[in-house]
């Protein structure tokens, strides 16, 4: 119960954690919409929205639908059961995927404007189609495998994710029988066919792949006749099901886990609207699902492969390509990055700061004669990970290297595995975690002989040890070699690999020991700032915020007058602005060209304001359930930095952030009279030597991925 009689337990104070997510994408889809954006950056924000409701149907909707399965009755914080979170959620994801192809019908006429057709196999002049049929002949169609279903064949396995036809086949005899046809995922989903009549060489003529297979189909059925061909499209429940405590091999449980979730559960069919009731009804009946985990679209199904079209050689139609900057403390050393490293410490702000001297701090550990030892957690390192071969050759030059990689990284599990193997044999000592936690911490240590003295240099981030990320994510990153910050990573790696009850750090904060407890010790310390005089002011950059307890915290502190500035980039189940309980919290989203992904927690502290850096968002999960890890920000030279240069930047954007009002919507904030709109990411390259706009521009991403790397992760994809 809060002060005035409010009941902080009052469902009505907090926002639905699903229906939270699903606004972020619309927050996203919005970006397809915006004009200001070059027109390829538009439709790769399209491309991303479909990329992360296929995780969302395939992570979340799988999840709500296992509680119901088990009669799970549990009202959530915003008084949601779980059946009545999933219909909610089915008719808002629907009415996003709605959107999304209004979204794209609007770009299609500048596309074309700007010589980029996606054409139809119907429209296509002679010659094109001569080109298509021979690709068609030559290319796919030894790829492609009929499969029938009749008494003698049984309806085939659909793979998750995969675009398919589902076809209708009459036999000589007029017996009608149906097919299905998968499309290769290994071919583009477009197909560039050589513009008639023109010499342009910014013109291009994609067709659609289905569309192909669909003209061409008919040779895989020599002496029938195809009487109807329509895509459809198949979601499954990809999450993998760890029994730990029953596994004696964490690696090969994992890998048997990979296995099974090509055939996880459907949940969610994609048919477009010219398929008959008839094969709709018979997809429903033999994937065995509901009708409402069907979803009739208009073409295009699968809008994440919009993702190719950002690789055009177009980049008029881009954004400006820019060249991350290498700061200054390393310049100042000639080289030497651990001079660098004890001149002061040294503060990275991807990805407008280079990720190289990131690999660079362990590319010296690995060839210097004085380092010993060298020890990293290792969570999303995507393929050709320059932070792992460095590791190798550290061994291989006769360093003692431990590495945590986290085999449980949601759909970077089989890269995971892979790196395993390799650094294990190489001889590189491998852990795989503590029993039942995700290990989510960004940490390296470089332990090095100087004399007569051991000194410890640690790397600590909020993002991951991933090269191609580092050029999409806004990250922040510290170089130290702070004695009492060496001693508790030492403290954390002993945590991670060997037998440990520490349960007290010098400097950090870790989950699940004692990150939830002393970030509340801190929030409660501006509550008695703010009832000092002191004017009590927190400053949290976020990717979420869900965890109840925390939020009531919150609450209490704005009751007291605290001011609480929130920026959330994702979910976000607090209210700001209910009037007695949180009038002075605010929160804005900010979503743009690079994916938001720092956390970073600010304290005013009664003037001698504190900073903490780290992996973990305000969720359940990252306080009780992963090892995470706060850093404080020790110089005060970097902590005015952050404050000034990167949290009040962002606290003023008025191009790319969103605002939240009481009732969870958001809308754009309005520039103060007589100022021009303020881009946060945008200034932050402009800060960069050279305005930033030199050199190649870095890929911005197609993924999740289906690599990790959906620009806009949902549940953890980021990491």
């Not at 040890?465 to 170089?479: K, V």
């Not at 304001?609 to 970097?638: C, H, K, T, W």
């Amino acid at each position: 119960m809060a002060e005035g009689g409010l009941d902080l337990n009052d469902t009505r104070l907090y926002i639905d954690r699903e229906l939270s997510l699903l606004d972020f994408f619309r927050r996203v889809l919005q970006e397809a919409w915006d004009a200001a954006n070059p027109l390829l950056e538009r439709v790769k924000f399209l491309s991303i929205v479909s990329s992360n409701l296929a995780e969302f149907f395939m992570v979340r909707v799988a999840g709500l639908k296992q509680q119901i399965e088990a009669g799970v009755t549990e009202i959530s914080p915003a008084g949601l059961s779980p059946a009545a979170q999933l219909e909610t959620v089915r008719l808002r994801s629907h009415e996003l995927m709605k959107e999304a192809r209004i979204s794209l019908r609007s770009l299609l006429p500048e596309l074309e404007s700007a010589g980029i057709h996606l054409v139809d196999y119907a429209t296509l002049g002679a010659e094109q189609r001569a080109e298509a049929d021979r690709y068609f002949e030559q290319v796919v169609f030894p790829v492609l495998t009929p499969l029938a279903v009749d008494p003698g064949r049984p309806f085939p396995h659909i793979s998750n994710m995969s675009l398919n036809l589902a076809l209708i086949i009459r036999d000589p005899a007029g017996r009608e029988r149906f097919a299905r046809v998968k499309l290769p995922p290994t071919f583009p989903r477009f197909l560039k066919l050589r513009p008639v009549g023109s010499s342009s060489e910014t013109r291009h003529d994609l067709l659609w792949l289905e569309q192909l297979v669909a003209a061409n189909v008919g040779a895989l059925f020599p002496g029938m006749q195809i009487v109807t061909s329509h895509p459809f499209r198949v979601t499954r429940d990809a999450e993998v099901s760890i029994q730990e405590l029953e596994a004696e091999d964490l690696l090969e449980t994992v890998e048997r886990g990979l296995r099974m979730r090509r055939f996880g559960r459907v949940v969610r069919l994609t048919t477009d609207t010219a398929m008959p009731g008839t094969i709709r009804d018979l997809l429903v009946e033999n994937l065995e699902i509901e009708r409402s985990d069907l979803y009739t679209m208009d073409p295009p199904l699968g809008m994440s492969d919009l993702s190719q079209l950002h690789a055009l050689d177009r980049s008029d139609l881009k954004d400006p390509p820019f060249m991350p900057s290498i700061p200054a403390g390393f310049e100042e050393t000639e080289g030497d990055i651990f001079a660098a490293i004890r001149r002061q410490d040294i503060l990275l702000h991807h990805p407008y700061d280079s990720f190289t001297p990131v690999v660079e701090f362990l590319a010296a550990a690995a060839r210097d004669p004085a380092v010993l030892a060298i020890k990293q957690t290792l969570y999303r390192v995507g393929q050709n990970s320059p932070v792992v071969e460095v590791l190798l050759d550290a061994v291989r030059n006769g360093k003692q290297v431990a590495v945590l990689v986290e085999l449980k990284a949601r759909f970077d599990e089989e890269s995971n595995i892979e790196w395993a193997r390799a650094l294990e044999r190489e001889g590189v000592h491998v852990v795989y975690g503590l029993l039942g936690l995700k290990t989510h911490s960004k940490i390296a240590l470089v332990v090095r002989q100087e004399g007569e003295r051991i000194r410890r240099y640690v790397h600590l981030s909020t993002g991951n040890y991933n090269a191609l990320t580092a050029h999409q994510y806004t990250d922040l990153g510290l170089f130290t070699c702070d004695d009492a910050i060496g001693a508790d990573a030492s403290d954390i790696f002993n945590y991670l690999t060997g037998y440990s009850g520490t349960r007290v750090f010098r400097r950090f904060l870790v989950a699940p020991i004692n990150l939830r407890s002393g970030l509340e010790s801190l929030i409660r310390r501006e509550i008695d700032q703010q009832r000092c005089g002191k004017q009590g002011h927190l400053i949290f950059k976020i990717n979420s915020l869900v965890d109840k307890p925390i939020i009531q915290l919150l609450y209490q502190a704005s009751q007291q007058g605290v001011r609480i500035d929130l920026i959330v980039r994702g979910m976000c189940c607090l209210r700001p602005g209910t009037p007695g309980v949180s009038d002075t919290i605010s929160v804005r989203s900010i979503v743009g060209r690079f994916l938001e992904h720092s956390r970073v927690f600010w304290f005013s502290n009664g003037g001698s304001e504190e900073v903490y850096l780290g992996s973990a968002d305000l969720m359940g999960r990252n306080l009780d359930r992963r090892v995470e890890i706060l850093f404080p920000v020790l110089d005060q030279r970097l902590v005015h930095q952050l404050r000034a240069d990167v949290l009040e930047t962002c606290l003023t954007d008025t191009r790319r952030a969103w605002v939240m009002s009481s009732d969870g919507n958001y809308a754009r904030p309005t520039p103060v009279a007589g100022e021009k709109s303020r881009d946060a990411q945008a200034e932050f390259v402009r800060r960069r030597p050279g305005g930033g706009i030199v050199g190649m521009s870095p890929p911005l991403c197609g993924e999740p991925d289906q690599s990790a790397c959906a620009f806009f992760p949902t549940a953890g994809r980021s990491g």
